[in-house]
């Protein structure tokens, strides 16, 4: 049995994913199948001997979807960009989203103001019956009803082709979507009125002839084109994520092979080859060093953003970047087996494994279509049968006639289809406003039910960069000339602790020294002259083999709350000690005061040691804290989470937050972190402020109580309207719904659903 994942071409909605799965699942072969709206994919578990990818993408193309079948597999990771991206297809894909789009948006340039139009003569004409504005002239109603038909057809024909395709499967397979609810309405709306227009004379012997509706099938096929761009549009993104992480890997190696260096493509390096890193350099596979030492930047796995220092016999990962000095190292896990590799499966199979979102309209549509159709027949057969015997037949058939399109016309979903996505672009627009980018509805959605919220510690609760913090001077030197002696030494060490000294006299306009005679003591500090007086800058070690007295136990706090001390010295005296850290950020305890006022538990995981991480919480407030954790480790405990129940959200900023942010029901990344760990998450804060994490939430719960509200206001629409338009109301009190008021009522309800949405910019986060 095989489990793939493969993305799927040509879903427009939640019912899309429903039908892909439904028709999978029929197939002799299929074991398993989820699709995924929200990412476009399906992974699915198969027999092979029974059945292919592709005699299952061949089964969904007629109903208009397709799989694309040539992904990436993690054994493919190592190409070169170009064979990449010809065997992901994936710069094909993106153009032809970004194709599609601009094609969308080339519709809706030209069907925005035939609408603009079609309302404005709509709301004349319904004005006007009630003497609100005077009638239109007749030679403006004249030319307006002449080029009525030809806009309404153009719209219909040209823009509204999806629909109609939907109409059409609907009606050779059996299978309904919002593009089919659209199809139908409109179809009707457009076939009804033509008909009255061409064979007016022959038919206002028996039905009302006055009234056509080219302006409803205008008006709902330009409204619901805008929200399907639109949301197009904010799903270009999808598959960055992977993409970027693709990117990390180094596309060349230099090994060296018969005693001489080779450069070679990162694919053709094996098990045991022997790789040279320079200064700066990316390395290309996971290896043991075997030659020299160095700092390398691992923040891409740890999260963490000080270089770690690696010596002979000590693993490094790929993706990860040498800072400074130079080594050698042996292959040891190449290709797929690598750490970032293995980052990369994790993404795919985090972002696969989560439940499409289905909206109540994309769950009812199914149900709904054909239960309105049946229900117009039954009304129109019931007035022939019924109605002719109480009246004329010409005046039943008119009456017939008339609710069996008012039906159609009142039921065309126009503010149901909208009733999500404009809360949601009116949602998106004010986080964006406020510093909080939102990917998906989806996320948007799902946010406002969350009860755990899960933290990176570096760059989420703390700022992310090492930087001095504090200043012990037990000299007679004032703080200024301590801190210029230290950064004088430093500016020559290529310890990256140095630049946070270096970086902390800048800012408070301290100058340096000429230094003489500067040495670099391996793993302990430097040491050179200023002023003809040796210092020393370094660790205890440093202190200890000089044998200088120090009392250890002044610095026991500060290192136990994960800072990292410099000692500043003369030959047999300290003078001082600078503390190195990762600061909090001011506004983090803050935050998780917010949190918790909203109901939510705050648990903190970190790669960091555990006494470090234990302070950072204790000082912020948060509840939990799970510390010296690997990427797959933060992705089980989330996972850990959701098995409880919990609606998880995760806040991060590193690569090794990827899979867990993936992962997560709602991921959220800092703008200040990579771009893998932005393009995995769902919402991602501006500056990397936690605060706004807090507005997020907020936004969340405005927007679905909106999103709600406008559900009331379609249905209630529809609720009301259809019984009035099938004549129910009419033996009783006389009532009969023409469908120029259905029209209106439609066109009202769009309105209400709008303004209701609009009100969200006004709420206070």
Not at 313 to 330: L, P
Not at 359 to 380: E, H, Q, R, T
Not at 473 to 481: A, I, L, T, V, W
Request: net charge neutral.
């Amino acid at each position: 049995m095989q489990t793939k994942t493969s993305r799927i071409k040509g879903m427009h909605c939640a019912s899309c994913a429903a039908i892909i799965e439904k028709t999978f699942k029929k197939i002799d072969g299929v074991e398993s199948v989820e699709v995924n709206y929200g990412t476009e994919t399906a992974k699915i578990s198969f027999d092979e001997s029974k059945v292919s990818l592709e005699n299952l993408s061949k089964k969904i193309e007629p109903l208009g979807y397709s799989l694309l079948l040539n992904q990436l597999t993690a054994e493919q990771m190592n190409m070169s960009e170009s064979e990449h991206a010809e065997h992901l297809g994936l710069n094909q894909s993106k153009k032809e989203k970004l194709a599609e789009l601009a094609n969308m948006k080339k519709k809706l340039l030209t069907a925005i103001p035939l609408a603009i139009i079609s309302v404005v003569f709509m709301a004349w004409d319904i004005f006007s019956m009630f003497d609100i504005v005077s009638e239109m002239p007749i030679v403006l109603r004249n030319v307006f009803q002449n080029i009525m038909p030809l806009m309404a057809a153009y719209v219909l024909f040209y823009v509204g082709q999806p629909y109609l395709m939907g109409f059409y499967r609907f009606l050779k397979y059996g299978k309904a979507n919002m593009d089919t609810l659209i199809g139908i309405g409109t179809s009707v709306a457009f076939t009804y009125s033509l008909a009255v227009t061409i064979f007016k004379d022959v038919l206002e012997k028996f039905i009302n002839v006055e009234n056509v509706y080219f302006d409803v099938t205008i008006v709902v096929i330009t409204f619901i084109t805008l929200g399907k761009y639109l949301e197009a549009r904010s799903k270009i993104k999808t598959g960055d994520a992977i993409e970027k992480l693709i990117n990390m890997q180094a596309k060349t190696a230099l090994v060296i092979r018969n005693g001489s260096e080779q450069e070679i493509p990162v694919d053709e390096v094996i098990h045991g080859d022997l790789i040279l890193i320079k200064p700066a350099g990316k390395i290309p596979v996971d290896g043991i060093i075997t030659e020299g030492s160095s700092y390398v930047d691992e923040s891409m796995i740890t999260g963490e953003p000080i270089p770690v220092k690696k010596d002979i016999g000590e693993n490094v990962v790929a993706g990860t970047i040498n800072t400074s000095g130079a080594f050698t190292f042996k292959a040891t896990k190449v290709g797929s087996e690598t750490m970032l590799a293995h980052i990369i499966r994790m993404v795919e199979d985090a972002q696969g494994s989560k439940a499409p979102i289905q909206a109540l309209a994309d769950k009812i549509s199914a149900v709904f279509v054909p239960i309105v159709l049946a229900l117009s027949f039954v009304v129109l057969g019931l007035w022939l049968l019924v109605g002719s015997r109480y009246m004329e037949f010409s005046q039943a058939l008119s009456f017939g006639l008339v609710s069996f399109v008012g039906i159609l016309v009142i039921a065309c979903p126009c503010a149901l289809g909208l009733a999500t996505p404009t809360a949601i672009i009116v949602g998106v627009g004010k986080g964006a406003r406020e510093g909080i980018l939102i990917k998906d509805a989806a996320t948007l959605e799902k946010l406002h039910k969350a009860n755990v919220v899960v933290v990176d510690k570096t760059g989420t609760i703390t700022k992310g960069r090492p930087e001095l913090v504090s200043i012990k001077n037990f000299s007679e030197k004032k703080d200024e000339e301590l801190i210029s002696i230290l950064g004088s030494l430093e500016k020559n060490s290529e310890h990256p602790i140095a630049h946070s000294v270096i970086d902390y006299a800048k800012d408070k306009n301290i100058s340096f020294t000429q230094i003489n005679n500067f040495e670099a003591i391996k793993g302990k500090g430097v040491k050179g002259i200023v002023n003809n007086t040796e210092y020393y800058a370094g660790n205890i070690k440093l202190i200890k083999d000089l044998n200088i007295q120090f009392d250890s136990s002044l610095i026991e706090k500060d290192t136990a709350e994960g800072k990292t001390p410099i000692i500043v010295a003369e030959k047999e005296k300290v003078l001082g000690v600078v503390m190195i850290a990762d600061a909090v950020k001011p506004e983090s305890a803050e935050a998780v005061k917010r949190l918790h006022g909203l109901g939510l538990k705050v648990v903190m995981l970190t790669g960091d040691d555990k006494q470090t991480a234990a302070y950072i919480a204790k000082e912020v407030g948060i509840d939990e804290v799970v510390a010296e954790v690997l990427p797959e480790d933060k992705l089980n405990k989330i996972k850990e989470l959701q098995q409880q129940g919990k609606i998880v959200v995760m806040a991060g900023d590193g690569v090794n937050d990827a899979p867990a942010l993936a992962q997560a029901d709602i991921g959220i990344a800092m703008a200040t972190g990579t771009d893998v760990a932005i393009e995995s998450a769902g919402i991602t804060l501006l500056h990397g402020d936690i605060s706004k994490l807090v507005k997020a939430i907020t936004l969340s719960k405005i927007t679905m109580r909106g999103i709600k509200q406008n559900l009331f206001w379609a249905f209630i629409y529809n609720i009301v309207g259809i019984p009035l338009a099938a004549g129910a109301f009419y033996p009783f009190l006389g009532w009969l719904l023409n469908p120029v008021f259905a029209g209106f009522a439609m066109a009202a309800s769009s309105v209400s659903v709008v303004t209701n949405s609009l009100r969200i910019k006004t709420k206070k986060l």
